[in-house]
């Protein structure tokens, strides 16, 4: 008996993203991380650049390697459907650090002052 399932397609950009950044962080090349993981650094490249989805086996190695939480991405929108502007957005504000942030809050507070003192047409 076939159960009745929503089919979901992951998006692995944001994770591939965050995957980068933490090998960023730790200093390392996309070659010396391919050579940890006996894989072509082209792989690594297009994993991290083009969300390109990896085998399972090279998915736990990756993050394992950077304790990267897969969780966030899986989960990011607690099952309600987002637009993909707005999972980007999201993406992307994983990725900043607490001074980008305040930016980032300092700009939207901005757009929501301007919006409440435009005049409507």
């Avoid at 159960?3 to 962080?25: P, T």
């Avoid at 999972?87 to 700009?107: G, R």
Wanted: charged share 30%.
């Amino acid at each position: 008996m076939r159960m009745n399932q929503e089919e979901r397609r992951f998006d692995f950009h944001g994770l591939g993203a965050a995957l980068k950044r933490a090998r960023e962080e730790k200093g390392w090349t996309q070659a010396y991380v391919a050579e940890l993981v006996d894989r072509d650094s082209r792989t690594i490249m297009n994993i991290e650049n083009k969300g390109q989805y990896p085998s399972f086996d090279l998915f736990v190695k990756l993050i394992t390697m950077f304790d990267v939480s897969v969780d966030q991405f899986i989960h990011a929108d607690g099952g309600a459907r987002s637009s993909s502007c707005r999972k980007h957005i999201d993406v992307l504000l994983n990725s900043m650090n607490e001074k980008e942030l305040v930016v980032i809050e300092a700009t939207a507070e901005g757009i929501k002052k301007a919006r409440e003192t435009e005049v409507p047409e």
